[in-house]
């Protein structure tokens, strides 16, 4: 066994010094600093605009979360529990969505196809954990709700989800939509519908905008695949 006046023992052992070295030091605080941020972010999550108790509510509030239970027969949830904290644009954007999701010129079918890209365009975890699971009841194949996933634009997509799907996802990345795109929708749909169909990517949009900020959490743990920026 080497004495304390080793040069292997001590402060002078290679294992120490290499520890100390400060390229090993600034690495320690990162991955410290790391950690911090994700705890931070964690915190943060619950901090931005958690929801709001019934027992808390206020009267516009109280009032708001009556007319969403009317009209929806379900508790204010998802999108809707951010929006709370305004409930004037809460009733008003739960009312534009009544229209949108369920009695829109495209039908429900290709509605649901549409939330789809806009939130995976949006990497928009909770609409996306919602709405696939009733885009497959509803008819949207499996392999072409794992392309949208994916980010690819899906083979084997029926002539009018390709023209919804080139429509949407034209308006989502050029915002902008081509005169070839939009002649084909509003030849296949007419314009009142080709309203209703930008009408969702915005309503779908303006969804996932506010739960992005809010950093609302799904409750089945469904996350998105993020794509580089």
Do not use: C
């Not at 799907?165 to 007419?190: C, M, Q, W």
């Amino acid at each position: 066994m080497p004495s304390n006046n080793s040069p292997q023992s001590g402060a002078n052992s290679p294992a120490i010094q290499r520890r100390y070295q400060p390229a090993n030091i600034r690495r320690f605080f990162m991955t410290l600093t790391s950690a911090l941020f994700v705890l931070t972010g964690i915190a943060n999550a619950q901090e931005r605009l958690p929801t709001i108790p019934p027992a808390q509510y206020t009267q516009a509030q109280q009032q708001a979360a009556a007319d969403f239970l009317a009209a929806r027969k379900y508790p204010v949830q998802g999108p809707f529990e951010p929006m709370m904290y305004s409930p004037d644009v809460m009733t008003r954007a739960r009312a534009m969505g009544d229209y949108l999701r369920y009695k829109s010129g495209i039908g429900n079918t290709l509605s649901e196809f549409t939330i789809l890209i806009t939130a995976r365009d949006w990497g928009q975890d909770y609409e996306w954990s919602v709405h696939a699971p009733i885009a497959a009841k509803a008819g949207i194949k499996p392999e072409v709700i794992a392309a949208i996933r994916d980010g690819r634009r899906p083979d084997g997509m029926s002539s009018d989800e390709a023209i919804i799907y080139d429509f949407a996802i034209e308006l989502l990345h050029n915002k902008r939509v081509s005169d070839p795109t939009f002649a084909a929708a509003a030849a296949r749909f007419g314009k009142p519908a080709v309203v209703d169909l930008v009408s969702i990517v915005g309503y779908y949009t303006f969804n996932a905008m506010i739960l992005n900020t809010a950093r609302y959490a799904t409750k089945d743990g469904t996350s998105l695949p993020h794509f580089p920026d």
